[in-house]
């Protein structure tokens, strides 16, 4: 079926926003190192930058979708969009790294209140199996900021420092405040009353279901391995390896297309049980794990060292993400956008944590990336068969 020219409109417009994300993060990456010595502050305050956009992210996302359908989405995104302009001004001319991390939390909320109304959007104007091909879109528009974020980041740093990184991002915001302000209409309907009893009452049921909770759980570690990588990865490449910004861009990039190629591999496995690729997978990050800690035992410490048990890890972790994605949203119809929203604040406070967890790893040698990444995989392990495997759904 041909797509109206509102249609068009409207989808390119989702995969515009989507990716901003987790550009705002990955983007700078390469320039953690950098910013830690222009500041004069440890690679573990650099790094909380990371943990309270996710953070904020996390919390925003709750409460984002019941207002937008309260508000409209113009209003919402609009809103969310002037509240990242304002913070990215104010990163830019930040006199310390607190302030930074306060400004990076405000974007962070500001742009979970963006990402929830943007795919709503898509739900607006589509409908079937039109709107399931727009969602496919959608999952790899967001799966794009990652991957060529880093590699983009890597350039600009190397070229003009830290602070293009975030010029990018602010030309980026004001294409989409225009787009937004020219030439989108609001596409809701009919608006609903926001209701915080009711919204706390749909969190209370979803929670009750432990099969739920477990595999959001599951999903927020399977993305535990690229964080560890995205945020020790700067300092282990850079300034223990003392490879370029540039070369870090390529790394990230590479990790990138892991996790995409992992995406790709559940796809054309679709028809196989996910008890096999969930055993399969676990089992090869296990052994990306033990590789990692032998590679430090025996004093490797290079490229090849990181780069290949990290790549494996990453792309068997992108094979198991969207399996256990698909089971978290089948299990809750009725409470569609209130589990999606439960979901991904999961995800994203998990992320926090990880960020967490990193910041703490020294990066002189590969001990303490490799203990992060086996106890990531034994939590992996635990979670799925002590809870999941066992629990009735």
Known sequence: MKLTSKQRLCAFFVNLLIPLSGMSTDIYLPSLPAMSMKFHVTKAMVQLTVTSFTLAMAISQLFAGPISDALGRKKLIMGSTLLQLLSIIG???????????????????????????????????????????????????????????????????????????????????????????????????????????????????????????????????????????????????????????????????????????????????????????????????????????????????????LVIPTFISVMLSGLIFPVYISECLITFKELAASANAFLFSVVWVMFSGFTLVSSQLKSQTLYPYGIAFMGTCLLSMLVYYGFIARTKH
């Open 91 to 305: 990163i830019l001319f930040s006199p310390s790294m607190n302030s930074m991390i306060a400004l990076r939390f405000i974007q962070g909320f500001s742009v979970g209140f963006m990402i929830v109304p943007a795919r709503a959007i898509l739900s607006d104007v589509f409908e079937g199996d039109a709107l399931k091909k727009q969602f496919n879109y959608a999952t790899i528009a967001f799966a794009l900021g990652p991957i060529i974020a880093p590699f983009i980041g890597g350039h600009l740093q190397a070229y003009f420092g830290w602070q293009a990184n975030f010029i990018f991002i602010l030309i980026y915001i004001i294409v989409i405040l225009l787009f937004t302000l020219f030439l989108y209409r609001e596409t809701l309907k009919n608006s609903r009353q926001f209701s915080l009893h009711h919204l706390w009452k749909n969190y209370y049921q979803i929670s009750k279901n432990h099969y739920f909770l477990f595999c959001s759980l599951f999903v927020g570690i399977a993305y535990g391995y690229s964080v560890l990588f995205s945020v020790s990865g700067p300092f282990l490449v850079q300034v223990t390896l003392h490879q370029s910004a540039i070369s870090y861009g390529f790394i990230a990039l590479l990790m990138g297309l892991a996790w995409f190629l992992g995406n790709t591999i559940n796809r054309v496995l679709f028809n196989y049980s996910k008890k096999l690729k969930v055993n399969c997978a676990l089992s090869g990050i296990f052994l990306s794990a033990v590789a990692l800690l032998l590679f430090a035992k025996f004093g490797f410490l290079n490229l090849l060292a």
